[in-house]
């Protein structure tokens, strides 16, 4: 059993290459072409439509496309800050965000305006992740995501925020005078020592490059070899064998306490 992956993924582009992805998604959501436990919004289904059917999960890691999850939720198409239009598609999938094969459909379906955002969280292996190649500055505000559960004074505190008001929210909760995230870590490991059934958790989003915590100890060595050996023929954003990216990260915190 994976853990999932909640991912907001917001398309942008003009109106109508949006209008056309988001009708094809709509459909290719709305009936199932085979028979699984995910249903009509099985993300396999959105692959078959676009013709993409023989390279699913077929073992090559060259051509092999990952859709282990479903579409819980297809946004309506807004008009965007940036002059163009957009919409957004949220996805629970098995560990990480599978963002390739949406690149293929786009790719497939030639909607040469459309690209993508993302922003995604995934708490058990501490996936928190935006990502914004084209810069249309999506999830701006979401910097920083405050995970609070137990009295009803910790739970005032939980949600999204920039890193300068999570800094003050947390300053304020603890009567403190603190200006960096990190911290606040004790504060909240003695809190929850001495508060029976309380749980502060802080996370603050990666940005872009979603798997560049690997790079950032000199002792991961074995930790990117393992990587690679999965990744190789695939791009680095969008690695074919998402488990592995998630071993791969949990060993690494292990490494670094």
């Known amino acids: 059993m994976p853990n999932w992956c909640s991912t907001d993924f917001r398309f942008h582009g003009n109106k109508e290459q949006i209008e056309t992805l988001h009708s094809k998604i ?36 060259s051509k092999n496309v990952r859709c282990r999850g479903t579409v ?40 040469t305006s459309v690209g993508f955002s993302f922003m995604a969280e995934e708490s058990g292996c501490d996936i928190y992740w935006k990502y914004d190649p084209h810069n249309y500055g999506d999830f ?13 004074d910790i739970e005032d505190i939980g949600g999204y925020s920039t890193k300068e008001e999570a800094i003050a929210i947390l300053n304020e909760f603890f009567k ?54 999965f990744c190789r023929g695939a791009d680095t954003l969008f690695c074919q064998d998402d488990h592995s990216i998630c071993q791969g990260r949990m060993l690494l915190r292990k490494q670094q306490r």
């Open 26 to 61: 709509t459909e290719w959501t709305s009936s199932s072409t085979m028979k699984t436990d995910f249903g009509d919004p099985w993300l396999g289904n959105i692959l078959i439509g676009a013709g993409f059917k023989d390279r699913i999960d077929n073992g090559d890691p």
């Open 72 to 111: 819980t939720e297809i946004g309506e198409i807004t008009s965007s800050n940036n002059g163009d239009y957009c919409f957004d598609v949220y996805t629970e999938t098995a560990w990480v965000p599978m963002g390739k094969m949406w690149e293929l459909v786009i790719k497939v379906l030639n909607l």
């Open 140 to 152: 701006l505000y979401e910097e920083v995501y405050i995970d609070a559960y137990g009295d009803d």
């Open 176 to 229: 403190s005078t603190f200006n960096k995230l990190e911290d606040f870590y004790p504060l909240c490991e003695e809190y929850e020592n001495d508060h029976e059934d309380c749980f502060i958790g802080l996370h603050e989003f990666e940005i872009d490059n979603c798997y560049r915590s690997l790079y950032l100890s000199s002792r991961s060595e074995r930790i990117l070899s393992f990587r690679e050996s």
